[in-house]
């Protein structure tokens, strides 16, 4: 079978003259058994079908138009979606707390709130522009050995998320430059966003807007990257900063990441060191996490991930997790959906899961 | 013209040596002009324009990937729409009624509440996770002449599902196991599925838990299938169980379809006798129907419902269906959102459509 | 590359007959930079990266097949989306102001609200059901030079979709007539809509049921196109009538419009004046228009804008257009979402923006 763009009509009969024009439809689709469990009097643990265990379950639509003098235009629609009910996954229109509500119960619909954006670009990098991915969150989910996801996800994923609000992962309204590639192994990105509130002298009119950038360089079996950024609020800024590596040894990655953020006067701080390593058509995964705030009592967990992705083919993977938290400091987390007995406990979480690219 | 697949990149690269791997966009769209009216002193008649009078509207998206050895990895996107004014259609993400709410009118956005699953299949069967229809809903579906669509639709289908709740027809967090196609006529299949609460010894800790069975043997011009479900909850176990008939005679198609159901502490009970018969590049399909239970006056409908389907071609058709209903015991049922002007009333239902698929 | 339709394995099964039969996925992204400002006292302005400033964000599925003699049916899904941010757009059930609610902020999913339609056609002209355009809104869609979007939106549609609510440019459940082509140069059409309220002899019983009808003249260089609609409601029925030509004259086109609408007791009247001329591979657009009403004051605003599209390919185009509102008679509106500072003021707002279709 040759390989084969999704050519469409209108996109074909405007570009007879160059060929390297294309519309293509990808997804993941991810389902994961997730059972989770919790310590102290009055814990409950918890048995559910979640999704996204290994990979974002996904649906979108991009497409690269060749303008010629190497430059080109490109769109991008990704939706997230919920594979264990059929629900899709919402967004935030405005930076700021105000801009992400919550559905009610199985009436949240699809949208585009992964990334919507389009692009144009040539030899001098790329400008994007819309809802996009943050600089800083990539170090997240780059340089985690579980990927971001499932129970395995590092603290400085899951609790950061939860410390620093809306623009912690994603930021719509904005503006990207993205270096070329071929800077000799260095790579980097800035972005810039806007909370669209009205300029009317008030405190809080310049909340939601921010900036993120970060810079990497790629050297053979090494990679190292920093980002930083700044979403403004009355109440106080956000603060999210990081710098990873990576270093590459034969069938081992090794990987490291260290977090320093503010959410207003709260500092938070953690750090991810783990590693896979290839055995053929499968792969080991394990990380040692932590996240922790200065809020009072200083409550922290740390989180022990043990995994192994078993690739059926290029598409098709099955996968487990397990993983281990424990809480200090007050802090009262648990894995997959448990609850907790009070704080400063353990909890314990499994994944047993599927996914498909497409 | 050839058949063609619509082959993405992503898919083509990775499956080079393996032919038989495709991602399908599906879809159907069916308007239908819908009457209704009802009898008694109050009562109102509605004209609307409708959708799925023949065939459920919907919009998919669906792939298999070949993974040798006679293995194969799929997975199935599937939305409902309203094609009368654009709207999506909710689903359930718990089983229980906490798990779907009504969104504020015309702002539902699409789900893939139909069905979003991902499985692995090979010469011992198929296993399916995700939202998925529930075993017992396949009788009422296939052996309805008139589909379980449209004014037509048989009582156990419309009546029964507002008695039997959110896993009537689907359920969300399941886990499906289906025999393979090379049984001799044997067929069958059976889901488990999670309502997702916490383990708190709480009396509500397993609703929205369930499972249902569904097995049948199709041989020749007969085919007979039977299905039983419960879903738990504590306020009473919802049980669903049916048993259904094809005959297949000439240019006829008999079916028959008793209900047995149970919600708590009220009984449900009904059936479905009709058919279809082929008349060139049409169908005529008749069927009389009932649904009752045993809550106080035992209230019960009846159905009798005509139709004729004209095929313009395999995936163009126009149809129209009239319907008549009667109450007894207190039933206060209306065909095409008539108002009904009393308890034990009648009502008149008509639909006149157009159904595409591709 | 030669020209390819994206056929489906289903539709191209069962069209092996006729060649002319296709599914084509659609769409745009159009991102714009948005700046809005107002004079007065206590008026704000605000930046904004908002959408559609020349051409409206969309995605959409589309199939037609032929039947043979003639005949042909035929689908449109095509659902609007907000790229700045990736949620959907909502719309209307029924036609009425209880059919079209606001999602809370961040949860709007896709709809198909901008078009979800099925078709029959044939050398008789086409008819058409589901939700559409309505018929009036054509003509403030082709004859605004500035393509009735972004800042330079002319007053008719952005002030006439204020003063006359839901079905001012779409209807859900609605029946279309559209004459056939080849009527030497006649163009037209006409369309039904439901409210599907119950008729019970409420006073009501009929709100937003309505009906528009369109017809035009082409030929040459001459465009002329008159439309009237009206919509029933108890409070009041709301009529818009339009009138609109074009004259092409080399490089240059001209363009004009006169609305006359009714909302109850309160009239509409607006007019377009402008036109575009190319420059090789831009366009200069240009258009002075006017919206009011003879409620308390005889509200009313005037807007001046000038803009200019470069089109990097057929499908890709950068654009600025930059505008000057003047609001008379008590009326306060301002453009891109600045904050006015009191009636009878002005506002000036500036479109900066990116659009790629595919």
């Known amino acids: 079978m040759k390989k084969t763009v999704l050519c469409l009509a209108a996109l074909c009969a405007a570009t007879a003259a160059t060929a390297q024009s294309s519309v293509t439809m990808f997804g993941v689709v991810d389902a994961t058994l997730a059972y989770g469990t919790a310590d102290g009097p009055g814990s409950a643990s918890r048995l559910r079908l979640a999704n996204s265990g290994y990979h974002q379950t996904r649906l979108g639509f991009r497409g690269v138009e060749d303008l010629g003098g190497g430059m080109s235009a490109s769109f991008w629609l990704e939706m997230g979606l919920n594979n264990d009910d059929g629900t899709g996954i919402g967004t935030n229109v405005n930076n700021q707390a105000s801009g992400g509500s919550v559905a009610p119960a199985g009436t949240q619909g699809l949208t585009f709130g992964r990334r919507s954006t389009v692009s144009l670009a040539g030899s001098w990098g790329e400008l994007r522009v819309g809802r996009d991915y943050s600089p800083q969150i990539w170090n997240l989910l780059i340089f985690d050995p579980l990927g971001a996801l499932g129970v395995g996800m590092a603290q400085p994923f899951s609790a950061g998320a939860a410390t620093l609000g809306p623009t912690f992962a994603r930021a719509s309204n904005s503006f990207g430059y993205f270096l070329p590639a071929n800077l000799g192994g260095f790579y980097g990105q800035a972005q810039y966003y806007l909370g669209e509130n009205v300029r009317n002298g008030a405190a809080t009119e310049d909340d939601g807007n921010g900036a993120g950038v970060r810079l990497g360089y790629a050297n053979g079996p090494f990679d190292v990257a920093v980002a930083a950024s700044r979403t403004r609020l009355a109440a106080g800024d956000v603060h999210q900063n990081n710098i990873a590596a990576k270093w590459q040894l034969g069938s081992a990655r090794l990987l490291a990441e260290v977090s320093r953020d503010r959410n207003g006067a709260v500092r938070g701080h953690g750090f991810i060191l783990g590693g896979l390593y290839n055995v053929g058509s499968g792969d080991i995964r394990a990380a040692y996490s932590r996240y922790g705030t200065d809020a009072a009592g200083s409550p922290r967990a740390d989180k022990l991930a043990l995994g192994y ?50």
């Open 309 to 358: 992705v078993h690739h059926l083919s290029k598409r098709t993977a099955v996968y487990t997790t397990v993983a281990r938290l424990k809480n200090h400091g007050g802090s009262a987390q648990t894995l997959n959906a448990a609850v907790a007995g009070g704080p400063n406990g353990s909890s314990t979480g499994l994944d047993l899961g599927f996914r498909q690219t497409f």
